[in-house]
């Protein structure tokens, strides 16, 4: 077990709420596996207080911290400085702090991406169609995008996903009811809402639509194995659960916090995954 000292580095993950958060879990695992005189904290803050807290934090000497709902577009406002990713997202989720400067990036899609080769699956291997429209959505479109995939959204209200649209030339947008014919016609379906997720109804779509070879990504991470990829596991379709990408898009974070590039294995998966399952 790491022993904080006075030198140690300070991180962590704000939201509001934020204890549903596996980020302290996570980033504690690799804090204990590669011995660094660090910690990794949850901090609730509610929105009002969010762009003072945030300069609060880097005054108390934090390296940076995640960020997660609801305050993804409020941390795009506090930065003096965001990179690529967080620009075409439109959002942050994680802030470094560097005398005295606030720097963002958006580590969604990179994540998403890592957890599809993890899976054995090619992000460039055809047309995507995303269901939902909100920042994990935006950061998935915008990374799928600037690789030349081309992308097909679908979200309940549509005005939102035109909005969308706006921020993203070449994303195209299909009505909610549409999105069980737009099946055969991609390689990749990504579900992007909350619905599948634990205390919410189950993603309604007809998986027997789908073209050969369609791979099938879900976000929501609980359960680990939703109903959605329950029904494409039993048609033989390839996979990629949420969890994977919470585990890669955390690695940049702490490289940058912690001086440290961690790895994402089967033992940190399973330590991450033992939080998950029902009591």
Partial sequence: MT????????AGITGWPVGHSRSPRLHGFWLDRYGIDGAYVPLPIEPADFPAAIRGLMLAGFAGVNVTIPHKVAAFAVCDTVDESARRAGAVNTLTFTNGRIAGSNTDGWGFLENLRAHGADPDAGPALILGAGGSARAIAAVLLERGVRVTLANRTRAHGERLARDLPGLTIAGWDQRNDALPDHALLVN????????????????????????????VYVPLETPLLAAARARGLSCAEGLGMLLHQAVPGFRAWFGTDPTVDDALRRFVAADLLPA
């Fill in 192 to 219: 992007t809402t909350s619905l599948g997720m634990a205390g919410h109804p189950p993603l309604d779509i007809d998986l027997d639509r789908a073209a050969r070879g369609l791979t099938v990504a879900d976000i």
């Fill in 3 to 10: 022993i904080l000292t006075g030198k140690a580095r300070l």
